[in-house]
DNA sequence: GCGTCCTAATAGTGTTACCAATGAATCGCC
DNA sequence: GGCGATTCATTGGTAACACTATTAGGACGC
C-alpha cells in the first residue's frame, strides 16, 4: 500500500480510531463530539484531541465551533479524494460501494492518461513500459497470483506517471488500492485472463510506439472490462 | 467558489500563509521550518503554530520528526487533489499549469460523468438539466458573461453529481475553479460560441432522454475543445 | 402570544510553562 | 580512520489558565 500514516504520534493513534468510526457513519451527520470526550475517550490530553480534531476538519469530516462542540458533517461536503479518508472507508462496510466509485474514476482517467503517456513518455519510460509488460506476461502465466498483483500495480502506476499530469499521477494510491482490494476480493480469476495479459501488451506497445489513440482505446478495453466485471459481481450479490 | 477556510481561528490565518508559500515553491523540498520559528514569525503561541503543521501534514506538504524539525516535502508527494492545495497552487505562480493539469483532469471525468448520469438520474433531476439548460442558452444569447459563467458552473456541477459517484461529485470544487479560472484568463470568447451551446444542450437533452451513449459522446466534445483551446493558448505564449 | 434584548452557561480558542522522547551531529576512544 | 557514546536541539505530550464566541432561556415590552 501506499503513505501510511505514522502511529508513533498520539494524535495519529486517536485519528486511527475516530476517522474510521466517522467514516464508517458510526456518527449521524450533526453528531457533536465534544474536546473533553475525545481527551477522555482515549486517555490523552486535550492538546492531542485539539490536533487530532484540526485534521478532521481538514479533511472536511467535522466542524469545530465555539458553544456548540465537534460536528459531523454529512458525507457529501467530505474530501473524498483525501487518500486517508480513502482507506479509512475501505477498511469499514461500504467498501463494496467504495470500490465502484474508485473503479469508475480510474474507469474515466486511465485511457486518457495513457494518450498523454503515448505523447509525453521519454523514450527511456517507453523502453522500461515495455519491458514491464514483458514480465507480466511471464508472471501472468506462471501463475503466481501475488507476483502478477505487484507488476499490474506498476504497470499502471507508471502510466499514470508518465502521462505527465500531476492529477493522474496523484491517483496511483487510488489504483494500487483498487487493484488490491480486487484481488483481495477474489475478484480475479485464480489466473489472469489472455485477453487481459494482450490488452496490457497494447498499451505497452502502443504508448512505446507513440500511438495516443490505440494505447487509450486498448486501456479503455482494459478498465471497461474491470467496471463491467465489477458490476455482474454486484448483480450476482444482489441476485 | 466552494469550500472556503474559516479565517476566525488564528491556526487558519497562518495555514493561509504558510501554505500558499509552501505551495509556490518558495521552500526548497528538505527546507526546515522549526515549531518556534514559525510561532515566532507569525507571532503566535507553539500550540497554534503546531496545529497548522498538522494540517500541513497531513496534507503530505511536510513532515514533522523531533530533533529534525518540520521539512518540506517534494511536491511529487503532496496530496495534489485536496481542494485547498488546488486553491494555494492555483493562486500562485504555475497557476497555469496547474489549470492545465485541473483541466485534462475534468476532460477526462466529466463525459463518463454525463453517461453514468444518463442512466442514474432521477427524473427530477434529468427535467431540472433540461430547464437549466435553457437558461444557458438564454443567457449565452444575451451576452451576460457573468450570469453564464455561474449556470455553465451549475450545469457542470449538476451532471457529476447526478453521475452517482461520489468521487465524480468531489470533483465539483475543481470544475467550478477551472471554469472561473479560464474566464478569469480571458481564454472565454466575448460571448459563448454557438456551437458550444448547441453541445450543451445535446447533452441535457440526452441525459433528460437517458442516452448515455450520446451524452459522453457530446460532452467529450465540450471538454476535447476546452482542452484543444488551452493548449492552443500555451502554444501561443511560448511562440 | 410574540418578538427583542439581556444574561448566563458552555463549549472551543489561545497562551504559557514544563518535562519526556527522539535522533542527528559531534566527540573521543581505540 | 572507523565506530560507539554523548550531547542537545527540536518535536511530542501534559496541565492549567484566561479569553471568547455562541447558544439557550428568561425577562421584558408590545
Redesign the interface.
Known amino acids: 500500500m501506499s503513505?501510511a500514516p505514522d502511529h508513533r504520534t498520539l494524535?495519529n493513534r486517536v485519528l486511527a480510531e475516530v476517522g474510521p468510526a466517522i467514516a464508517a457513519g458510526e456518527y449521524e451527520p450533526g453528531a457533536v463530539l465534544t474536546l473533553d470526550r475525545l481527551a477522555q475517550g482515549y486517555g490523552v490530553s486535550r492538546?492531542v484531541a485539539?490536533?487530532a480534531v484540526?485534521?478532521l476538519e481538514?479533511?472536511?469530516l467535522v466542524v469545530s465551533r465555539p458553544r456548540t462542540g465537534v460536528r459531523v458533517r454529512p458525507?457529501?461536503e467530505w474530501?473524498?479524494?483525501?487518500?486517508?479518508l480513502i482507506r479509512w472507508r475501505l477498511a469499514g462496510p461500504g467498501r463494496m460501494g467504495q470500490l465502484r466509485?474508485?473503479t469508475?474514476?480510474r474507469?474515466?482517467?486511465e485511457?486518457?492518461?495513457a494518450a498523454?503517456a503515448a505523447r509525453r513518455a521519454t523514450p527511456a519510460d517507453r523502453e522500461f513500459l515495455v519491458e514491464l509488460n514483458g514480465r507480466m506476461v511471464a508472471t501472468g502465466r506462471s501463475g503466481d497470483l501475488e507476483a502478477f498483483l505487484r507488476l499490474d500495480i506498476e504497470f499502471h502506476r507508471s502510466i499514470l506517471e508518465m502521462s505527465g499530469?500531476?492529477?493522474?499521477?496523484?491517483?496511483t494510491g487510488v489504483v494500487s488500492e483498487v487493484l488490491t482490494g480486487r484481488t483481495e476480493y477474489d475478484l480475479m480469476p485464480r489466473r489472469p485472463r489472455p485477453e487481459a495479459l494482450r490488452l496490457h501488451t497494447h498499451v505497452a506497445d502502443a504508448i512505446g510506439g507513440g500511438l495516443a489513440d490505440v494505447a487509450q482505446a486498448a486501456m479503455r478495453a482494459i478498465v471497461d472490462e474491470v467496471v463491467s466485471a465489477l458490476e455482474d459481481e454486484e448483480a450476482a450479490d444482489c441476485g
Open positions: 503513505a494524535h492538546t485539539r490536533e484540526r485534521v481538514s479533511m472536511r458525507p457529501e474530501s473524498v479524494h483525501d487518500p486517508q466509485s474508485l469508475e474514476l474507469a474515466a482517467v485511457p486518457p492518461a498523454f499530469n500531476e492529477m493522474f499521477a496523484g491517483l
